[in-house]
Each structure stands twice: as structure tokens, then as C-alpha cells.
């Protein structure tokens, strides 16, 4: 009832307040459009991401100073909360060898008491504190610790007032030709395409199957890397969300 009420609303406003209106996945403009009949212009245009700043780097020596030399490093970027999985990214590091390990970004979210603090007891009941390389950069710098991994992780869950709508975290990281795995919630599958592995929600063994084959398998990982770039170069790129969106400004002004 009340998530008709909010589509309702929603479609209400669009009608009402937008000449055009701009969603960033299919998911956003099934609930627009979802029987009610709305005619406004809607265009998806999913965020952009800046190639010059996300782009493959040499990290040799950051990945040496971080203690990461010959390691497989899983890497996880984005706000510490139960829905974006991040939980299970630590439950399947930890399954795997040693020489794998977790870069945890923790987005400025740690407190006691917080989400993050339960992570990070989980870390250590695990005793995997060792392999974890937690760190806590401005949004400029995160580039060059995402070219630090070898997967980039995003298992998100779907609940029942939620399922991830993009996860701006795959593109920046395709966009850095480092391999992405995500889960099949919301528009995740459709954002990787054929750049990555898609795993099923919430199985932490799934996540860890597709880390090992990654690992094991350097040429696919180096390739789904720049098959990643590539797709945010064709899909995903700020030059590509600026076209978009003159496209739905010349279809509202064409309508008078």
C-alpha cells in the first residue's frame, strides 16, 4: 500500500512539476510509468563517470607501502551498511588463502556502536585483521586505491524497500579496468554486462567462487578489465550522461 502510494506520488509530481524527467535505471522508470499513464518525456541516464579521473594507473608503489605486493586484493567501496553486502565480502575473504585479502573503504561512517564497528569485530573474530587494509580517502584519491585491486566487489541484497538502483561503484571501477563482481540485485547485472561476474544475492560461497576463478584466471580478469572500460567509455561516461540529457531537453522542447 505505501509503496503504491509513494509511486503514486511520484508519477503525481512528475505530471504536475517536470517538463521531462530523468532516472538513473529501468527499475526508476518501470515505477514512472507503472500504470498511470504518465506521457511526460523520461529519459535513463544513469550517473556519469569521469574517465580522466577513474582510468588504470601505476600503483606498484602504493600497493608496496600498503603492504599488498603479491597479494589478491578483493576491494570494497561505499557505504557500510547491511544492504550493499559488504558483510559477506569479509565471510568469503576470509574462506579464501591467506595471500587474499580485503581493502575496506569505510567511507568516513566508523563510530561505536556503528555498522562499521560490527565489521570490524567481525574482522576480528575471523582473526584476519592482518589482511584487511582499511582506508579512508578523499573521493579524488579513490581512483588510485581502487587500481590497488584485483576485484572490486558490490554484493548487494534487495529488501523490501530496497535494491540498488546502480551502484556508482562498478562503473568507476570498470573505468579503471579492475574486474567488478556484483550480485543480481536491482540494476547491478545490467551495469557489468559482459565486464565482470554477476553472483547470486547473499551467498557469501558465491562470492568466493568468483573471487578464486578470478584469481586463478588472470587473462579473463585482465580482460573483463578493459571490456569495463570500454562499456563505461560507450555507456556510462560523463560525455555520454551529457548527450543523454540534451536528448530529453530536445524532446521536451519539441513538444512546445
Known sequence: MARDLAIGTLNAAGRLASDGIAVMSHEGQSIFERGWGLDTPLAIIPLGTDLDLFRPMDVGELRARLGLRGRFVVGYFGRLVPEKGVDLVIDAVASMPPEVCLMLDMFKNFAPGSFAAELMGKVDRFGMRDRVVVID???????????????????????????????????????????????????????????????????SQALAEAFERLRAEPELRREMGRRGRARVRELFSVERQVDMLADLCTRVAARG
Not at 584485483?150 to 570498470?174: C, H, I, N, Y
Not at 543480481?184 to 545490467?190: A, F, K, L, R
Not at 551495469?191 to 553472483?199: E, K, P, Q, R
Request: glycine share 8%; hydrophobic share 40%.
Open 137 to 203: 580517502v578523499p573521493h579524488d584519491e579513490v581512483p588510485m586505491y581502487m587500481n590497488c585491486c584485483d576485484v572490486l566487489a558490490l554484493p548487494s541484497r534487495t529488501t523490501e524497500r530496497w535494491k540498488e538502483q546502480f551502484g556508482r561503484v562498478l562503473p568507476e571501477a570498470m573505468a579503471c579496468e579492475v574486474a567488478v563482481v556484483g550480485s543480481t540485485s536491482g540494476n547491478i547485472p545490467d551495469v557489468i554486462g559482459d565486464a565482470g561476474l554477476v553472483v547470486s544475492e547473499g551467498s
